[in-house]
């Protein structure tokens, strides 16, 4: 009897350290599951979450196994970085110009400014503030409508704006507003110089794209091919460009023709367009470019 009840006990003894080694086995490998899942993130600032992606964004898979690492230490001296304060609201476009050290800007105070960033200047930045103006009543009133729009031209002598209160201007590089350029019926969008200097393209919110001469101020062409506003523009040449729009069309148009040269189709939602040599680049929103062969057929690339 004594027998049997040490081998119950050793058989319990057994049992347990059995049940003792399944458990510890099971708490490791949910770790391991728990440890190889991505977390979702935190929504921020009481941002909702879509389909478990932040604001309805794409997952992005980070393939690298080391953690990138940071160095809270480092810190860019304020000696070597420059802020430019003077627009009273948000600044929605810049662009350098192309032979000096100035710096256009565009903002939603109905300005466009000129910042001179010369290292040899004394002081430090100066601006020019390009007040937008509209004519009522017989005197100049703020539009107080966004500047969103500009454009150097290639000697960097004069720079192009285009606004909201629909008018495109010229002015030169000390600030003095040479030409205003009034057509459009409706927000300007997009604004750019040709290469020669002799013309501004523009797109707007009335469908329409215009070449304008840039000595005379006039209208050369307006071209009315877009059933919806137009987005942006870009030239292939001195005569020739590219327009696209919200309709999900892309036209290329060329001084003197009154109708377009090409018209391209593809996409389901409003692009932006990028014309080089004979290739345009149609970049729509995605998560692919399609790049037209003026000749030939598209070819997709996705991204």
Not at 139 to 155: A, E, G, I, R
Not at 165 to 194: E, Y
Not at 196 to 218: C, M, P, Q, R
Not at 266 to 293: A, C, E, F, K, R
Request: charged share 15%; glycine share 8%; with cysteine.
């Amino acid at each position: 009897q004594q027998q049997q009840q040490q081998l119950q006990h050793q058989q319990q003894q057994q049992q347990q350290q059995q049940q003792q080694q399944q458990q510890q086995q099971q708490q490791q490998q949910q770790q391991a599951a728990a440890s190889s899942t991505p977390q979702q993130a935190t929504p921020k600032n009481g941002e909702a979450t879509v389909n478990g992606e932040e604001n309805g964004a794409h997952t992005i898979t980070n393939n690298h196994s080391d953690a990138m690492e940071i160095d809270g230490d480092v810190e860019i001296p304020s000696t070597k970085s420059t802020v430019l304060r003077g627009h009273e609201s948000e600044v929605f476009i810049c662009a350098w110009n192309p032979v000096s050290d100035l710096l256009a800007s565009g903002s939603g105070d109905s300005t466009a400014r000129i910042w001179n960033l010369n290292e040899n200047s004394n002081g430090g930045p100066t601006q020019l503030v390009l007040r937008h103006c509209i004519r009522e009543g017989g005197q100049d009133v703020p539009s107080n409508k966004d500047v969103t729009s500009l454009d150097w031209n290639s000697d960097g002598t004069l720079l192009a704006t285009g606004s909201y209160d629909g008018f495109a201007r010229i002015w030169t590089k000390d600030g003095n507003l040479a030409s205003t350029l009034g057509q459009h019926k409706g927000p300007i969008f997009a604004l750019k110089w040709n290469k020669k200097g002799n013309y501004i393209l523009s797109a707007g919110v009335d469908k329409t794209t215009i070449i304008w001469d840039a000595h005379t101020g006039e209208a050369k062409q307006q071209f009315p091919f877009h059933s919806a506003p137009a987005l942006d523009v870009d030239w292939q040449n001195n005569t020739a460009f590219a327009s696209c729009s919200t309709d999900m069309c892309i036209h290329v148009c060329r001084l003197g023709c009154d109708r377009p040269v090409k018209t391209f189709q593809g996409h389901t939602v409003s692009t932006d367009t990028q014309p080089t040599d004979n290739v345009l680049y149609y970049v729509p929103s995605m998560l692919y470019v399609i790049m037209w062969n003026m000749g030939h057929c598209p070819v997709h690339h996705r991204y």
